[in-house]
Nanobody
């Protein structure tokens, strides 16, 4: 059994910063790509950032220069540092990851989500 657990969501003022974390646990052999998605009320879930096991990253245009994705492979954890937050960043943020279990089965797992609210 594999689980992804996000943390770090909060209420923050415009221009502020937050750091989200997502830790994978359970019967894990290795983790390939890890990603952060977000879903705002009434909108479709969108990809925010992704990172390979080697550390190569990609970002949505809307967050380039403000958000940074990183990972700690020893801790099976991915982070999202969010700076210069705007009201339009308000959403539930989800992480997902492509994980090989110890039985060598590859599956994509999702976390339960963490709420980020940007408001004065």
């Amino acid at each position: 059994q594999v689980q992804l657990v996000e943390s770090g969501g909060d209420l923050v003022q415009p221009g502020g910063s937050l750091r989200l974390s997502c830790a994978a646990s359970g019967s894990i052999s290795s983790i390939n790509d890890m990603r952060w998605y977000r879903q705002a009320p009434g909108k479709q879930r969108e990809l925010v950032a992704s990172i390979t096991s080697g550390g190569s990253s990609n970002y949505a245009d809307s967050v380039k220069g403000r958000f940074t994705i990183s990972r700690d492979n020893a801790k099976n954890t991915v982070y999202l540092q969010m700076n210069s937050l705007k009201s339009e960043d308000t959403a539930v943020y989800y992480c997902n990851a492509d994980i090989y279990s110890r039985l060598r089965q590859l599956r994509r797992y999702w976390g339960q989500g963490t709420q980020v609210t940007v408001s004065s």
